[in-house]
């Protein structure tokens, strides 16, 4: 049990339910400009990916100003995803007992999450997430501005520039991969949702799925 | 051996058709075309390298028929004005000094650079936009302004460093040589072959070009240029713009010209076999969610569950 991974502004009130705060509204804010700005830039990046995906520019006024607001909202993304890594980073930290439950995930795809160790404010798998976009984010604005012509042209070959736009791509596509991933764990694990939305999550959300998290939560006196 | 076969005919003066368009496409960026009813006879241009003596008339009939203006030009020590292709400059003529190794000659080797209209053109596979770059069956790859988004793929697919994205503009657009495509689809050859006083540039069909190709290369030979020979690139399935090169066993002599161009492997990964792996790891992950959501059902919050957090809240507190 370790002090990281309570974050300022998570409390636990009595009740029935019991109501755990866990995102303070500035979290939830940035957390939603990134998630926006997020799903813009890929599908403004899906746009120039692949050919029978074109039609999405119109949805930015064609495709000369998809390719002019893409990477403006990279930059957007790039700002707000790394406010929320301040945020996150210490209670993403791995710690001993998340093998074990990474080597479980088994069981806890089918429900069973009382078979592997309890765990704090992120499972493993949110922590890993959290790391691969933290490395994915970071490549996606470099080989981005490599290839960002406009402003950055002369500053590479174009054979660097080939390179970057296939990185860029591939990142792309893995970010997307995960966000995927990250959407689903929401739509599946009900209750999850109102975290990022209202703040808070019930006291059973808390202990089905944060046990070590609401343990801790309860022994600071909150 | 003068070769005033090629000589272009005279401009029409009544109303024309143009002899090829739309329907002639063979490929269309980011888009399919409809197999064409016919095939139209392949045209190629062929450059003489040895031929060339480096007046530039090509430059200034390219700017002339396309209506373009360049800045006055700088002296950067070198004859090559502009220093680079431009997106004004469709065809720069790039003037090298090499110092024959066998010879010790001081050779002056000009080579008029510009697209090379590859049959297998990199810069189409590259461009996301449809329409933006068409391949027809004579072999003319052009761009379409209207439809070009400006985002420099193309620059990226170009296996030799062709087009050029202008920003004197609100839109950045995208430009190249188009091989004069609105002259030859009223008869008539490229300004630059019009131009040309040594007919060190010639236009015809590839078959008669190839044929032109093979009389100047014998005649060099016989002069010395063992090496002499033809320039049509397989690794781009061969090109409409073609150069006789005194040294072909050279050609990065001439200031740069690929010795065995292609398009990048990285351009290829990127358009081919990525483009469909990344669709189907997006689609493939968004089914997987969707099955495991029908097999295993909502994972909810118990009732029970609640009654523990209750508990545990409770108990702390007494």
């Not at chain 1, 926006?36 to 000369?64: K, N, Q, W």
């Not at chain 1, 490395?135 to 470099?142: G, R």
């Not at chain 2, 080579?111 to 209209?117: A, L, P, Q, S």
């Not at chain 2, 049959?119 to 449809?130: E, F, Q, Y």
Request: proline fraction near 6%.
């Amino acid at each position: 049990m370790t002090a990281y991974d309570i974050q300022s502004g998570d409390k636990v009130h009595r009740g029935d339910p019991v109501v755990v705060d866990r995102y303070p509204p500035a979290t939830r804010i940035n957390h939603w400009i990134n998630a926006v700005c997020l799903i813009l830039l890929a599908v403004s990046g899906l746009a120039l990916f692949h050919p029978s995906l074109f039609f999405l520019s119109a949805l930015f006024g064609g495709g000369e100003t998809t390719r002019e607001i893409h990477p403006w909202l990279g930059v957007v993304v790039f700002f707000a995803y790394y406010g929320l890594f301040f945020r996150f980073w210490r209670s993403c930290l791995f710690v001993r007992d998340d093998l074990a439950w990474m080597l479980g995930i088994g069981s806890v795809m089918s429900g069973r999450e009382d078979k592997v160790p309890e765990v704090g404010r992120y499972n493993p798998g949110q922590k890993m997430f959290f790391w691969a976009m933290s490395i994915i984010v970071v490549v996606l604005l470099f080989s981005g501005v490599i290839i960002w012509d406009q402003y950055f042209y002369g500053y590479t070959t174009i054979e660097q520039k080939r390179l970057a736009v296939l990185i860029h791509s591939m990142c792309a596509v893995l970010a997307i991969c995960a966000v995927i991933v990250h959407v689903y764990m929401v739509i599946w694990e009900r209750g999850t949702l109102r975290a990022m939305t209202r703040g808070w999550v019930t006291g059973g959300w808390a202990w089905k799925h944060h046990r070590k998290w609401l343990r801790e939560l309860v022994r600071g006196g909150n | 051996m003068a070769n005033f076969e090629y000589e272009l005919p005279a401009p029409p003066t009544n109303n024309v058709v143009p002899s090829f368009g739309e329907q002639d496409l063979v490929a269309r960026s980011a888009s399919s075309v409809p197999a064409p009813a016919r095939k139209l006879t392949e045209v190629a241009k062929l450059i003489d390298v040895s031929k060339c003596i480096g007046c530039k008339a090509c430059q200034v009939a390219c700017l002339e028929w396309n209506d373009k203006r360049i800045p006055v030009g700088e002296n950067h020590g070198s004859y090559t004005i502009p220093e680079d292709l431009t997106p004004e400059m469709f065809t720069l003529m790039r003037f090298t000094e090499w110092v024959n190794p066998e010879t010790q000659n001081l050779e002056w080797l000009i080579r008029k650079d510009g697209c090379m209209h590859c049959a297998d053109p990199g810069c189409l596979k590259a461009c996301p936009a449809p329409g933006a770059i068409v391949q027809y069956s004579n072999g003319i790859v052009d761009f379409d302004h209207e439809k070009c988004i400006g985002c420099g793929y193309c620059v990226k697919g170009c296996p030799f460093n062709i087009p050029r994205i202008s920003r004197a503009d609100a839109k950045p657009k995208a430009y190249k040589c188009t091989l004069c495509s609105d002259r030859v689809a009223v008869g008539q050859g490229p300004a630059c072959a019009k131009a040309c006083p040594t007919h060190a540039i010639v236009f015809g069909t590839k078959e008669e070009m190839k044929e032109h190709a093979d009389g100047r290369i014998k005649d060099l030979k016989s002069r010395g240029f063992a090496n002499a020979g033809l320039y049509d690139p397989p690794g781009v399935n061969g090109t409409h713009v073609m150069y006789v090169l005194h040294h072909a066993d050279q050609p990065q002599l001439y200031a740069g010209l690929p010795k065995d161009p292609r398009i990048s492997p990285l351009v290829e990964i990127w358009k081919g076999v990525f483009k469909y792996f990344g669709l189907a790891a997006m689609g493939g992950l968004a089914a997987i969610g969707f099955l495991h959501q029908v097999v295993t059902g909502a994972n909810r919050v118990s009732r029970e569950d609640e009654d523990h957090a209750r508990r545990l809240t409770e108990s702390d507190s007494t």
